[in-house]
């Protein structure tokens, strides 16, 4: 059978430790090493549109599936299918948008995880999107935040944030007047932004790192858009990374190559850090994570979402739509 | 709203006719130059499986989509989703795996109808499975058939196709005790076998072929699969293509430019043909057509058939399940 869920089947069926372990579950088995991915594939559309197609084949756990997205004029829509390989079943279809962010934060939740210091108690955010959102609730489950700063442009929207995820959250936050404000002093700095549709500028720059500090960013996610300026790289001692195929899909990493600050004696893949490499070896270091997304993650938060939602009786059964036909 | 069909609904819904002049007018849009069609991306599974994807964009008249097709064990599973760019709409996800046949018996009618002679009356056919069926269905569709001759190596499977396809078509069909005599003497010869799971031979020589014969084959779409011998393509004085594609994915294609039978020179892709290109310029030409299939064509196919479905009420209405998010 094949389960359809909306939007509202998919938020009731949100967890987002549950959905940190899940990925972080993907992860020891994309470490291992019997999971294909390829470059994801982007084809653009009239209207400024796009059509875009991410698969994983997960063989030791035998998961695999897509994401769908697709954007016409100034929307876009997300599907995610997810596939039984012993089943050979399609075992859902499942809006995504909203759960494209949370799993973006999940993983920015397991990175700091393991990347940010254990007493990290404030956290910094430019940018106030839902992005925002899902990034700092995911940091707030892998740590005892007790205070936010929040910065974005847009004053009403800054202040939004704090009052809305101060309820959600149960913690002290400020809507403050500049980037540089929201993250002096801070623990960890969570830059989520969408930088690129505002002119060229960067959302964070590396002067504002201080000894100790974890950055997490997650904006720059093609070779057009841009969040933290090309010094970040040379000033964070250890880059930890979400793919490989980023170092081609980032305008931030992109440009820090160019510019010779991207050294890759210091990076490291996230999935390494979930089977044990130790990356602060100490409380003094600068740690960054830069992550673009993976199908590995995308189908893992929607194989915790489909189990979730099977427990709660949620969505739409369509039945066993599709025919198990012999192949000749 | 999206639509999802199962193999029912598809099967009701399909109409012969209607879904070759959908894929011809696919291939004029393909011929005029917007249209994106990117390699299939093939991805092995355990147990003798695999995941593959297959997506088009179709920018002039706002079609696109895509096929994702899944494989374990002996069974395989096919989805089709079709995506209206206007509206930014995933208006149907339904059950392809008759489609499928039903594409590419499709695809070989609108070739047949440019390529095999006006007057042709008979038609050989190799193979007795769904493939041999809807490929002669579609040859039937294009040219006053009057009589077919069919062989494949069970006795008991080509007598059921004779009568089967008799009864469905109106037309008188014998089963034939081999290859060479179900090929002797006729107009059009369909090649549709599964060659590869039978050891290394092929089920169709060039030396069979007679002046002003057409022949179609369907059955090579992957390297390791083999239904004619490379005689074929020299023998043939034109050869059409559905893909260029197929140059990497056709093992019958591999083996003749491999061997030195594959003249560029004499081969024409089938978008040529629908927008005006003669390739039968005698009565006494031989001509090949060879297919592996594409994303164009099943798209088209399955648009074909949701306007259909959508005229007569079938299948289950999920309603808009994707959210339409800003793009931020």
Chains 1, 2 share one sequence.
């Not at 035998?62 to 697709?70: I, L, S, T, V």
């Not at 960067?202 to 996610?221: D, L, Q, Y």
């Not at 000033?235 to 600050?261: C, P, R, Y």
Request: glycine share 8%; net charge negative; proline share 3%.
């Amino acid at each position: 059978m094949t389960l359809i869920l909306n939007l509202k089947d998919v938020e009731q069926a949100i967890n987002m430790r549950t959905i940190i372990e899940h990925i972080e579950q993907g992860l020891v088995e994309e470490y291992h090493g019997n999971v294909q991915m390829p470059p994801r594939m982007n084809m653009p559309t009239n209207n400024q549109g796009f059509f875009r197609l991410m698969p994983a084949v997960m063989n030791d756990s035998g998961y695999m599936g897509f994401k769908a997205f697709f954007k016409s004029g100034p929307r876009v829509r997300y599907l995610i299918g997810i596939i039984d390989q012993h089943e050979n079943n399609l075992e859902a279809m499942m809006d995504s948008s909203y759960l494209t962010a949370v799993r973006t934060g999940a993983t920015t939740g397991l990175a700091t995880k393991y990347m940010a210091r254990e007493n990290a108690k404030t956290v910094g955010v430019i940018g106030s999107g839902l992005e925002a959102r899902t990034n700092l609730e995911a940091v707030c489950a892998v740590r005892d935040i007790e205070y936010v700063k929040v910065y974005s442009p847009t004053p009403q929207r800054r202040e939004l944030f704090a009052t809305e995820m101060s309820e959600k959250l149960g913690i002290r936050i400020e809507a403050v007047d500049s980037p540089n404000e929201a993250v002096d002093g801070v623990d960890i700095v969570n830059v989520c932004t969408n930088t690129s549709t505002k002119g060229n500028g960067v959302a964070f720059e590396g002067k504002w790192m201080r000894k100790s500090m974890h950055v997490n960013s997650i904006g720059s996610t093609m070779p057009t858009m841009r969040e933290i300026d090309t010094d970040s790289f040379e000033k964070a001692n250890v880059i930890v990374i979400d793919t490989k195929h980023l170092e081609n899909e980032s305008g931030d990493v992109l440009n820090a190559i160019k510019s010779g600050q991207y050294d890759h004696s210091k990076v490291v893949e996230l999935k390494e850090l979930v089977v044990g490499q130790k990356v602060r070896t100490n409380e003094e270091q600068i740690t960054l994570f830069k992550s673009v997304g993976t199908a590995v993650q995308d189908i893992m938060a929607a194989r915790a979402v489909y189990n979730e939602a099977k427990k709660l009786n949620l969505g739409t059964d369509v039945g066993d739509f599709l025919e198990a036909k012999m192949f000749n």
